[in-house]
């Protein structure tokens, strides 16, 4: 695990330092630069040494008579297997190094190479014969890639701030990346803030040469196939055990370092799991990490403490817990969150991967194990219920729904259980795909739209094309009706649609993007048994019924784990563990929230409707509306753009 930077072109070679300079937290082992003037190559490279921890495998690396130079960042867990082949092939290389395995597998199979591994990871290899850069990201995004085409030629990096390092790189903000992490938590596919730096999608790889950038799809998330009627294949023969058996062989293949590995422990089925696998193979103390809350407004606002559970699990198991308390007033890390991630992202959960992630580098731990993705491949979230439901509703007649529908309207219940009651008074008023989408909403796009500038709507406008209020345009990048040339998605059952959003989406835009960033904020690396590619083929084959039912989630894997598991672990309802977002916002941080968002430098910007912001505020403190994580919305792109637009270079705020 570390953080990589480089370019191609005419760039002054100073510039690479500093790129790798803005990433050092990623790797506080080590680092390195690698500089050809005549071809105008820079690679650079901040370690943290979890394989190999000898300056043998210092990086860049050269590899195949130094034909290629190589950067990496993440894991190989195969790395040994393809070793072994590699050296039957006549190739010398340290083997005890993933990242040595590299080059040749790349002077090999090029970039058929990808297929082979079995890894999370962001590569650079420059090839000094043919004078042709190849970089390539894992299957999910699991790691992060941006980079950035301007005259000098093509900048890439670990991460965002590392790219705005060189100062001429154009700075205009894009406006549907803008609504996006407003309208939902995150920025969906390529777009960033920035309308010249992108993400290099998950599951691709780019060649840049002095024929250009060429970008290409090298993994699409699988999903059942059709049979000759269009109908999805579905294998009814899977059952638990096979889960069992396939999950304890993901956990052992990522367990490979040569430092101790952690994990987290929420006390969630997913985190669980993983622990009692773990365990189960391997009898050597763990050390797990869980985090709690001693304040009462967290319960009220709807969350609830894990710690019992994770204690239980704990105890079960044999792990040893950490236990980490969650700050009554997260708020004041609110701008290094956002610094961390590159873009705004109005979600709390970043703030708790820090804190357990400091936590574990306190006990000399580089390498935790995380449950990421157990919910979006084997369908855990609530929003999967709701489609599930309005799929058997679908047949009601209108009547019927509607008077559903003003029912939860009149429900009066804490401000949580009105928010779920409002999603569901949605979910039966539209059709299911308008459902599906507005199911990432953090905030109504109508109310987006309102908040922002008349200038701001005229520019969005302009920008797509005069899609103003065309909510498709401006959501997940994979269009419901088809998911490549020969697969339709459409026919997919509406769950498995749901979840490949997830898989395009969410997952790797939000959940992904601040488990690395937050987790390598603080030198520790997060890995997610739960995303092997083996388990998103066994999940994509599963049917709906062993998936969801309305009534229960994660309903094979629950069973799989029963044997390791106690039922009130895996059976209890879902528990989101979030944050007083509503008391931080009008309560603990109301003069904060004000400066930033209806101070001077928020007028001066010129994107927002301040007026419409206050009145917004004063409602949410008054309980006449639930605007909190709309007002947190809006002050991490007020944050992001005073760290990353209002200086030359990307500027730390620190509270």
């Not at 003003?406 to 949605?426: D, N, V």
Request: charged share 25%; hydrophobic share 40%; net charge neutral.
């Amino acid at each position: 695990m570390c953080g990589l930077a480089g370019f191609v072109g005419s760039f002054e070679p100073s510039l690479l330092k500093n790129m790798t300079d803005a990433i050092a937290h990623r790797g506080p082992d080590g680092e390195g630069h690698w500089i050809d003037g005549m071809q105008g190559v820079g690679l650079g490279h901040r370690r943290l040494s979890i394989i190999d921890l000898s300056e043998a495998a210092s990086q860049p690396m050269s590899a195949v008579r130094n034909r290629y130079m190589v950067v990496f960042n993440g894991e190989i867990y195969n790395y040994k297997t393809l070793a072994a082949d590699l050296k039957r092939r006549g190739y010398q290389f340290n083997e005890k190094s993933d990242t040595a395995i590299l080059g040749p597998l790349y002077d090999s199979y090029g970039p058929g190479m990808l297929n082979k591994l079995n890894g999370i990871f962001s590569i650079a290899i420059w090839d000094r014969k043919d004078q042709t850069l190849f970089v390539a990201r894992d299957h999910l995004g699991i790691k992060p890639l941006y980079y950035a085409l301007c005259e000098k030629g093509l900048l890439f990096a670990s991460e965002m701030k590392a790219l705005l390092q060189h100062e001429a790189l154009p700075r205009s903000m894009n406006p549907t990346a803008m609504f996006n992490s407003l309208t939902y938590l995150w920025s969906a596919g390529e777009d960033t803030m920035f309308g010249d730096v992108k993400k290099l999608l998950p599951g691709h790889y780019m060649l840049y040469s002095e024929e250009g950038l060429r970008v290409k799809t090298w993994y699409t998330p699988p999903m059942p196939e059709l049979d000759k009627k269009g109908q999805p294949i579905y294998d009814k023969s899977l059952k638990p055990v096979h889960l069992l058996d396939l999950f304890d062989d993901v956990v052992r293949d990522q367990l490979v370092a040569d430092v101790p590995v952690g994990a987290f422990l929420s006390g969630g089925v997913d985190s669980s799991a993983i622990v009692a696998s773990i365990m189960a193979q391997d009898k050597r103390p763990l050390k797990t990490f869980c985090i709690g809350f001693d304040d009462a407004r967290f319960k009220k606002e709807g969350f609830s403490d894990d710690s019992e559970y994770a204690r239980i699990v704990a105890k079960h198991t044999g792990a040893i817990l950490e236990h980490v308390t969650a700050e009554s007033n997260g708020m004041k890390h609110l701008s290094e969150m956002v610094y961390a991630l590159d873009e705004p992202q109005a979600d709390p959960a970043p703030l708790y991967v820090a804190a357990i992630s400091k936590k574990a580098r306190e006990h000399n731990i580089k390498v935790l194990m995380g449950g990421t993705g157990g919910d979006d491949i084997f369908s855990g979230y609530r929003r999967h219920q709701a489609i599930m439901l309005m799929q058997a509703l679908e047949g009601m007649p209108s009547g019927m729904k509607g008077a559903m529908s003003t029912g939860l309207g009149l429900i009066q219940a804490p401000s949580f259980m009105k928010r779920r009651a409002e999603r569901l008074r949605y979910i039966l008023g539209n059709n299911i795909q308008d459902a599906m989408l507005s199911a990432f909403h953090s905030t109504p796009a109508g109310m987006t739209l309102s908040l922002l500038s008349d200038d701001m709507k005229k520019e969005f406008a302009n920008y797509n094309g005069g899609y103003l209020n065309e909510v498709r345009q401006m959501s997940i990048p994979s269009s419901l009706d088809s998911m490549g040339d020969s697969t339709p998605l459409s026919a997919q059952h509406p769950l498995n649609q749901m979840l490949f959003m997830e898989q395009h989406g969410f997952l790797p835009d939000h959940n992904l993007n601040y488990t690395d960033k937050l987790g390598m904020a603080e030198g520790v690396e997060i890995r997610v048994p739960f995303l092997d590619p083996r388990l998103l083929s066994f999940a994509a084959k599963l049917p709906i019924n062993q998936k969801c039912n309305g009534k229960r989630a994660k309903i094979m894997l629950k069973k799989a784990m029963e044997p390791r598991l106690p039922k009130k672990v895996l059976y209890r309802s879902k528990a989101g563990f979030g944050a007083p977002v509503r008391s931080w916002i009008v309560d603990d941080n109301a003069d904060m929230v004000r400066d930033i968002l209806m101070g001077q430098k928020a007028h001066a910007r010129g994107w927002y409707d301040v007026n419409g912001i206050e009145e917004l505020f004063n409602a949410t403190k008054a309980g006449k509306v639930d605007g909190a994580y709309t007002l947190l919305s809006l002050l991490t792109v007020e944050l992001w753009a005073q760290q990353f637009m209002d200086s030359s270079v990307p500027k730390k705020m620190v509270a």
